[in-house]
């Protein structure tokens, strides 16, 4: 039964929708009166974390946002970035981490729903999706559920909708037992002189309900995605939204169809807080006020309240502000696509915003304070105290060949497969490479050469070890990743992902994390378009490692001369790009120092910015000029694992030689960064390899000569050959096993 809007405000009611006393005060204060219930739970939506950032803002700030190709940056549903040709690339990463938890299958499927419509609310054709998993222990009860539901709600979502998703993470660890992490990307292509925008102008303009209709799931969604969980988390479950792709297919087409015909003013999509947050957003960018009339809103249940059509967050809808002589044609092409079209008020010139219900007034704000007026908290925080250096010496020495075949199998490098064979990864017709590699690539239609290469990344270890070298090497290993393609990296996505930002030790994670993210996109000319900031991501004060995911966009002029990991032939030369002088050295923090002696122990390696742009931009040209049969970039595991990611690509084998003198275990599991392997058509002491040398030395780039390609088994110096087809066993058996319910410890 619903609560009557003329309910008294308690203590106890002002705590439940998340708001402090104090500011629950200032709400007074602003108001001159006690608020109705439904305008306490508008507060609470505007005010939560989840939609105010109120803890992030001051740090966000701080982030480079600008650039020679940015169109549109943080402030709007996505980034939008200039491609040339009068195009655009229009992207954004979201969480949805705590419906995913609660509700892994819809919480996955809605977040995936979500980030499509901040990205078609800008005019944009979606073209690519990617997503970001993080989940607790293989042996925890509940993570083989988890990685099932989410799963299953992505590709039952994306491949219903009719996107590709062409790349992401999955990863494991204790610390996410309590609070899985599931941050969805999505990109769209748009032109430069059709993006939309969702500030409102002009007064005593309809504005329009579109798309489905609004029941109760979701209600609150937005202030329980602002608090840590507790012991009650299974009380949650109806604030969980429900989607439906096929709807919002139709959703796409009709908003597309209609941005055609020049009758949109603005539009915004419905997502976090629903009719509130849209509303309010659109009125207060352009200084007009809105009134709503609930009673003309499409609603699927009966009796609803104004608070709980107010609060909904059920999927699929859109508000928009229309030209009022396209009226007729606007709900005609909505008709067509078999969705609700209805006036549900109009735009003011007293920046009030007002809502009416059963004809009485239920709620009247002042809209712009709804949200400039939002707390803005500095909170406290500490430099997190990094951890001593390790000395590698007192690391021992085990054999190489065993060492890999551990590493490749385990739950964190193993084959994805399972995963994104679930997953329409060729749908649309334009993916030229798919997920297992550096990066997803999309042909970009209506262009002959064109393409765009898409990254995910963050290393959460890094990042607890010392957030702000952990942040710089989140953004570096994106732009790598997206450089090892052949793509010039053009902008990011952020998804800042922490603990609750009231314990100061949290607070100076993100705060460090933030200073090494933008020190790296200034650095590497990478600026943050769009993003979105996570919190309160702890279960009875347990927080997950702090996870600042990249997710990058890059651009491909050529894609004839784009490279893959997969050696592409026998007899080719291998060379490592970046390395030091016995190719690595650093083992603090690496998997193979965790998995291998189960040792969590050392500083990250450091991130030199000005080597990863000088290594980057090398081998970038290497490939545009055709040099180049295949590269990957070295990361998790070192080169030993690069190498074998490489083999197993292809089914081709490799030998490489081991520095003279070098300790192998450095040599091949070091995880320093900035490092390329590449491989060449060329012959060893040959005139052009020898060229080529010359011309990394003439560019300040390390650049050496490892081994050669060819034959069924990769042997690494003196460590004993494994054949390819051994590798690639155990890479791909490890997901398979889990998911069938096999222990795994």
């Known amino acids: 039964m619903s609560i009557p809007n003329t309910i008294p405000i308690t203590d106890d009611l002002v705590a439940a929708h998340g708001l402090t006393p104090e500011e629950y005060r200032h709400i007074t204060d602003l108001i001159g009166r006690e608020p109705t219930f439904t305008e306490l739970g508008i507060f609470s939506a505007m005010w939560n974390e989840h939609c105010s950032y109120k803890s992030s803002k001051k740090w966000l700030r701080t982030l480079p946002t600008s650039g020679p190709r940015v169109i549109q940056g943080p402030g709007e549903n ?129 504005v329009v309900y579109l798309g489905a209709k609004t029941g109760r799931d979701g209600v609150g969604g937005a202030t329980m995605a602002s608090a840590e969980f507790d012991a009650d988390i299974d009380e949650k479950r109806p604030t969980v939204q429900v989607g439906d792709p096929f709807t919002e297919k139709c959703l796409l087409e009709a908003c597309l169809e209609l941005m055609d015909t020049g009758a949109v003013i603005a539009i915004q999509d419905m997502g976090a807080a629903g009719l509130t947050c849209s509303a309010v957003e659109m009125g207060a960018k352009g200084d007009l006020g809105i009134e709503l009339d609930l009673d003309k809103v499409p609603v699927r249940e009966e009796r609803m309240s104004a608070y709980e059509m107010m609060l909904s967050e059920s999927q699929e809808r859109m508000l928009m502000v229309l030209r009022p002589e396209k009226e007729p044609e606007a709900e005609a092409i909505f008709r067509k696509w078999g969705l609700d079209f209805a006036i549900v008020g109009h735009t003011t010139d007293d920046k009030r915003f007002r809502i009416l219900h059963q004809g009485e007034e239920v709620a009247n704000l002042p809209i712009k304070e709804l949200g400039d007026e939002a707390p803005e908290y500095d909170r406290p925080w500490v430099t997190p105290k990094a951890p001593p250096a390790l000395d590698p010496a007192s690391v021992p020495q085990t054999d190489v060949a065993d060492a890999l075949l551990k590493l490749i199998g385990s739950p964190d490098l193993s084959s994805r497969r399972w995963v994104w064979e679930q997953y329409d990864t060729l749908i649309q017709g334009n993916s030229l490479q798919i997920p297992g590699g550096d990066a997803g690539v999309v042909r970009v239609e209506d262009h002959a050469t064109k393409a765009l290469a898409f990254s995910s990344d963050v290393t959460p270890r890094y990042c607890e070890a010392d957030p702000y070298e952990g942040g710089k090497q989140a953004v570096a290993e994106c732009w790598r990743n997206l450089t090892a393609t052949g793509a010039e990296p053009l902008a990011a996505t952020d998804n800042l992902n922490f603990g609750n ?210 034959g069924d088994s990769l042997k690494l110096g003196e460590a004993r050959a494994v054949a390819v087809s051994a590798l690639k066993a155990v890479h791909e058996g490890w997901f398979p096993r889990f998911m069938e319910g096999e222990v795994i410890q």
């Open 78 to 206: 996505a980034g939008v970035v200039d491609i040339g040709d009068g195009q655009a690339v229009v992207f954004k990463m979201e969480s949805h981490n705590h419906p995913s938890y609660i509700e892994p299958y819809q919480g996955a499927a809605t977040g995936v729903g979500g980030i499509l419509r901040d990205v078609f609310t800008m005019g944009a054709r979606p073209i690519a999706a990617m997503n970001a998993l993080r989940f607790g222990a293989p042996n925890h009860p509940k993570t083989r559920h988890l990685v099932a539901g989410v799963v299953a709600g992505i590709g039952g979502y994306g491949n219903s909708f009719g996107v590709p998703t062409v790349g992401g993470e999955v990863n494991f660890d204790p610390r996410y037992n309590g609070n899985c992490l599931v941050n969805a990307f999505a990109a769209g292509l748009a032109r430069t002189d059709a993006i939309f925008y969702s500030k409102a102008e002009g007064v005593g303009l309809p």
């Open 501 to 710: 930002p009231q314990r100061p030790d949290i607070m100076g994670q993100f705060v460090r994390a933030i200073e090494g993210v933008g020190e790296a996109c200034r650095t590497l000319g990478f600026p943050i378009v769009s993003g979105n900031v996570s919190l309160y991501n702890e279960t009875l004060g347990e927080p997950i490692p702090p996870t600042p995911t990249i997710a990058g966009v890059g651009l491909i002029p050529d894609w004839t001369t784009m490279t893959r990991i997969a050696f592409a032939g026998e007899g080719e030369t291998i060379l490592l790009a970046g390395a030091p002088e016995n190719w690595g050295c650093h083992l603090g923090q690496s998997v193979y120092l965790r998995d291998i002696h189960g040792r969590a122990e050392g500083t990250p390696p450091p991130v030199d910015l000005e080597h990863e742009m000088r290594v980057g931009d090398f081998v970038r040209g290497l490939i545009r000029s055709g040099q180049l049969t295949a590269v990957h970039d070295c990361s998790d595991g070192g080169l030993a694992v690069a190498l074998a990611e490489m083999a197993m690509a292809s089914g081709i084998g490799a030998r490489i030689e081991e520095p003279v003198g070098a300790n192998p275990t450095l040599s091949f599991f070091g995880e320093d960064q900035g490092r390329y392997v590449i491989t060449a058509p060329m012959s060893p002491g040959g005139e052009e390899l020898n060229s080529l040398l010359e011309e990394a030395k003439n560019a300040g780039v390390s650049l050496v000569t490892i081994g050669r390609t060819g």
